[in-house]
């Protein structure tokens, strides 16, 4: 058994699909961030130039591959989303396309998402997550053999969490990413 000196610290990347940098997507990651105080990086997919997927690969030189080099090298993956029209944010929806790249154009890189576990993390103005909203990340982690752990909410009103628990529910979130799987 391996004690607590010998644990590596997680490394964690989180995929943040957002049309607003600073929104309540946002505002989230950067609390989940300041509580795990681990190796963190976060990753705007709205600031980066990802394109969409092409069957030849075109984009090859926009920031997918880069962005997808700092995900292989995680632990975990969190993809963070708000909730638009009862589905993932077309932010993160293009990135998760792009993963096609990796069977088509790199099938060598397939291998290295094996055993990460991955984790959704989703805002919005609803009174409850919306039928089937987790399964593409679901499935997209069991495509990429990786382990789909966990999922959290935070509903909010007027740009502001609306319940008083939402600290204890990103607490309990991060305690979930940090078990050693």
């Keep these: 058994m391996q004690s607590a000196s010998q644990i590596s610290p997680i490394r964690i990347a989180v995929l943040v699909g957002s049309a607003r940098t600073n929104g309540n997507t946002m505002q989230i990651v950067d609390l989940l961030r300041q509580t795990l105080q681990n190796k963190v990086s976060v990753h ?22 880069s962005t997808l080099d700092d995900v292989l090298d995680a632990d975990v993956v969190i993809f963070a989303t708000p909730i638009y029209w009862y589905t993932l944010s077309s932010q993160l929806k293009q990135f998760v ?10 099938p060598d890189l397939l291998p290295r998402f094996r055993g990460k576990r991955g984790f959704l993390l989703m805002t919005g103005a609803s009174d409850e997550v919306p039928e089937g909203m987790t399964v593409a990340i679901e499935k997209t982690c069991t495509h990429l053999q990786m382990k789909y752990t966990d999922s959290l ?24 990413i940090l078990k050693q799987r």
């Excluded at 396309?97 to 790199?106: G, K, N, P, W």
């Excluded at 909410?153 to 979930?176: H, V």
């Design 153 to 176: 909410y935070i509903q909010f009103e007027d740009q502001k969490p609306k319940s008083t628990q939402f600290m204890q529910q990103i607490l309990q979130f991060a305690s979930n």
């Design 44 to 65: 705007d997919l709205k600031a980066l130039n990802i394109n969409g997927f092409d069957y030849d690969n075109a984009f090859k030189e926009d920031d997918f591959l």
């Design 97 to 106: 396309e792009r993963l096609s790249d990796i069977t088509m154009f790199y």
